[in-house]
């Protein structure tokens, strides 16, 4: 392990991480918000929306990534539909979370019993104040587990954003094995900076699994 | 003695699905009066309690709160709920809320009470029923007899002038039972209104004004306990309440 | 309407090629679920097993699989071995060694799952009506373990197929990869190529998993209240 080359290329996967860490956060609010829009309109039945959700949701879960992002960066332009890399990476990430985090974010509200709803409606509460009060913070506690694995294999799938000629970890790794063929020193690099992006995820993911199980055993 | 009409149910049908569960069925709840329903094992005694609170929509007739029209779908409803109180046998309580939590959360989100003062109230409540030290638990942490008591004190604390108990000691070991029956009649002693539907029979004989007895969706038997338990009029209560009673053994 | 490109996959023996691509990922995901099912069984087993040592071991196993994405074990079995040993290894051989590293893992996990999730009376019982240990297990205990595990490990297949996609990345001559070739070919006479192929790849892993999630969430609703 040649340690000066290590020195010479941090500032390159430092650079190469913050470009990762930009889209896929970007990405990954966006799909928790697509994944709630989509969990409510799956829940609630609602008529041919639903459908076209569902169908959207088959497609994203049954297909890669990489060939997601194969046809929005490289076919879409073909139609006249041009689109930024990073902006196709954020979007393709988006898509595919929001999929996942459908079907999470739905069975969690499929979890909370019907007659939970009832008691709180018998209360007196209103719909939104059911849904709200009782409802969310529930099937979010039930979610968490899902919702933390579904962040963790979000980040992970940031690794084929070299695909899309992004300037991300593994495109700078493969590059740089290419050019001066120091192997070892690239890939020690590149497992510690995934490590460092994913193992911090991964211990406030169990942190925040242990905090919300209490509502997990109901009454 | 003349008292008032709270509830009022008028010739009601109720089907699922292509059967007929409540059929024709009238009954009216007066103030300070406690009626038991009892009856066999899907006879639609829970059904009427859910219809009073709107939680079950029906085919024909009309239930009346104050002569206000009782229906779910209705923007009304939620202010007749604040007034018509129910429990459940599955005590319900909101498994990520404290106990003092969830007794809070109805009545400073829907009534916008101050907060102090219906903590106060919900203190003295729990107090009330043993369960003080238990303010700050969650559900999980409760015995199902204290879970029922909880939520027996969520529904007081709302001020309701009637309350509906749905079988509320059907899912607890026998020794919890009489805890939260205990509460049951020390509510009646007050002169609270109150519909309850139970299996127990000793219970329901001591507690209640009025008890009705309900088979296959209607109506079959109306009286004192002391009536309907001594003497029961129709064929269909007698056998009821025989399922009660065991014969000794006489061995051969 | 702008010409899609679809014209280029009846040209010659494109779909064949494209065809044959696939079969390439099925190859290297089928054989991998292999080596998964057949590792990962006596892992999970051995999981259940209370040993601190073992615990400790599958656990630093199933949190580098959990953290580490799989085309950093790609680049790191690929590149990493011909630096390390001097193998030229197969870029297929890579891919599979790394599938069946990370399907091992998960195949462990979902087995031990399994195991634990049997009550503890379901042996108590057993035991209280006669019956011996090996008993137990295969008529009590193995039958319900394969129906909690079953649809689960069919999912894992699904995500096996999808995650072949990756090994294009080093360079495997896989549907993907021949989709680009036959777009590259026909760049002159069909400019707009990349539509029709990277769709019809996109199509063609959609019909391969699709039926294979809807297996698993059948045999998972079918068996869940049993």
Request: glycine share 8%; net charge positive; proline share 4%.
């Amino acid at each position: 392990m040649n340690w000066e080359v290590i020195g010479s290329y941090l500032p390159l996967y430092w650079k190469a991480m913050l470009l990762t860490l930009r889209i896929g956060w970007l990405g990954i609010v966006f799909a928790i918000l697509i994944g709630i829009f989509c969990a409510i309109i799956r829940f609630y039945k609602i008529p041919a929306a639903g459908q076209i959700v569902g169908v959207y949701i088959e497609l994203s879960r049954n297909t890669p990534l990489l060939v997601q992002l194969f046809f929005l960066y490289f076919a879409l332009p073909k139609i006249g539909i041009p689109v930024r890399a990073d902006f196709c990476g954020a979007l393709g990430l988006a898509l595919l979370g929001g999929a996942y985090m459908a079907e999470t974010f739905r069975s969690g509200l499929e979890s909370v019993a019907k007659i939970q709803t009832e008691s709180a409606l018998s209360l007196g509460m209103n719909r939104s104040q059911v849904v709200l009060h009782v409802i969310f913070p529930q099937a979010f506690s039930v979610s968490v587990p899902s919702f933390v694995a579904n962040i963790i294999f979000l980040l992970k799938e940031t690794s084929v954003f070299s695909a899309i000629s992004l300037m991300d970890l593994m495109f700078t790794a493969k590059d740089l094995i290419g050019l001066y063929y120091k192997t070892t020193e690239c890939l020690t690099l590149l497992v510690v900076f995934y490590a460092l992006i994913l193992i911090p995820v991964s211990v406030l993911g169990d942190r925040l699994e242990r905090r919300v199980r209490h509502a997990e055993f109901g009454n | 003695m003349h008292k008032e009409e709270i509830i009022k149910i008028s010739h009601i049908t109720k089907r699922y699905e292509e059967n007929a569960i409540l059929e024709d069925f009238s009954l009216s709840v007066y103030e300070g009066e406690v009626v038991v329903i009892v009856g066999p094992s899907g006879c639609g005694k829970s059904t009427i309690l859910r219809i009073m609170n709107g939680l079950e929509p029906i085919q024909k007739g009309e239930v009346t709160y104050r002569g206000e029209k009782v229906d779910g779908k209705l923007g009304s409803i939620t202010r007749i709920r604040e007034k018509v109180g129910m429990v459940f046998q599955s005590y319900e309580l909101f498994p990520h809320k404290t106990i003092l939590q969830n007794i809070m959360l109805a009545p400073v989100l829907v009534q916008k009470r101050d907060k102090k003062e219906v903590k106060e109230e919900a203190l003295q409540l729990l107090n009330r029923v043993g369960l003080l030290e238990k303010k700050d638990s969650y559900p999980r942490q409760l015995s199902g007899g204290q879970k029922q008591r909880v939520a027996i004190v969520r529904a007081l604390c709302m001020h309701p002038e009637v309350l509906l108990f749905d079988e509320v000691t059907a899912a607890l070991d026998p020794e919890m039972v009489r805890e939260v029956l205990e509460v049951l009649l020390s509510l009646a002693k007050e002169g609270k209104t109150m519909v309850i539907v139970t299996h127990e029979m000793s219970f329901a004989k001591a507690v209640a004004d009025r008890v009705i007895f309900l088979d296959g969706g209607h109506l079959e038997e109306e009286g004192t306990p002391a009536e309907f338990f001594e003497h029961p009029k129709t064929e269909r209560a007698k056998q009821f309440l025989n399922t009660f009673t065991y014969d000794k053994v006489e061995r051969e | 309407m702008p010409n899609l490109g679809i014209e280029v996959l009846f040209k010659g023996s494109n779909m064949l090629r494209l065809l044959g691509g696939l079969w390439v990922s099925l190859r290297i995901s089928l054989i991998a679920v292999g080596f998964s099912i057949l590792l990962g069984i006596p892992l999970g087993i051995l999981m259940t097993v209370n040993s601190k040592i073992i615990k400790a071991f599958t656990r630093l196993y199933l949190e580098v699989v959990r953290v580490m994405p799989q085309m950093v074990l790609l680049f790191i079995v690929f590149f990493g071995t011909t630096r390390i040993f001097g193998w030229n290894l197969n870029a297929e051989i890579a891919s599979v060694i790394v599938f069946s590293f990370w399907g091992t893992a998960e195949m462990a996990d979902l087995v031990r799952g399994a195991f634990i999730s049997i009550p503890k009376h379901q042996y108590e019982s057993a035991r209280a009506l006669g019956m011996n240990s090996p008993a137990i297990f295969t008529v009590v205990i193995l039958p319900q373990t394969v129906r909690r595990l079953l649809p689960l490990s069919i999912n894992l297949v699904t995500r096996m197929i999808k995650t072949t996609s990756l090994v294009m990345m080093i360079g495997v001559v896989e549907v993907l990869k021949v989709g680009q070739q036959i777009i590259e070919a026909n760049r002159t006479s069909s400019p707009n190529a990349a539509f029709g192929v990277y769709g019809t790849v996109f199509l063609l892993y959609f019909i391969g998993c699709w039926p294979i999630s809807m297996l698993s969430k059948y045999l998972e609703k079918r068996w869940s209240n049993a």
